[in-house]
Nanobody, 123 residues
Framework: VQLVESGGGLVQPGGSLGLSCAAS????????MGWFRQAPGKEREFVAA????????YYADSVKGRFTISRDNAKNTVYLQMNSLKPEDTAVYYC?????????????????WGQGTQVTVSS
């Protein structure tokens, strides 16, 4: 199993950034997927998750209305579109595979993680 994030970078407050996570080594379309983030000195936190069919999505309150998670099962890829970015969104963003089928906010229910991609929101 391999998860590889890309798309991070430096963006000004109010700007947008899109992250991608390419999956391989498993049947991607059978698993729910999630995005988490970790800022320096803080615990990892849930950002968003999407059901295996893409029919349901879940968001942390802090990003609801600004971030959009989506997936393309034909490309084995999950995306995170981030709009109206704030300095407090600065973190390393990780995608992960949910092995539980629910409790998408709970990092312990994810069994494989990517290496992370840095997002910095600063003027």
């Amino acid at each position: 199993v391999q998860l590889v994030e890309s798309g991070g970078g430096l963006v000004q407050p109010g700007g947008s950034l899109g992250l991608s996570c390419a999956a391989s080594g498993f049947t991607f379309s059978m698993y729910d997927m999630g995005w988490f983030r970790q800022a320096p000195g803080k615990e990892r936190e849930f950002v968003a998750a999407i059901k295996w069919r893409g029919s349901n999505t879940y968001y942390a309150d802090s990003v609801k209305g600004r971030f959009t998670i989506s997936r393309d099962n034909a490309k084995n890829t999950v995306y995170l579109q981030m709009n109206s970015l704030k300095p407090e969104d600065t973190a390393v963003y990780y995608c992960a595979r949910n092995s539980y089928g629910s409790r998408w906010y709970d990092g312990s229910k994810y069994d494989y993680w990517g290496q992370g991609t840095q997002v910095t929101v600063s003027s």
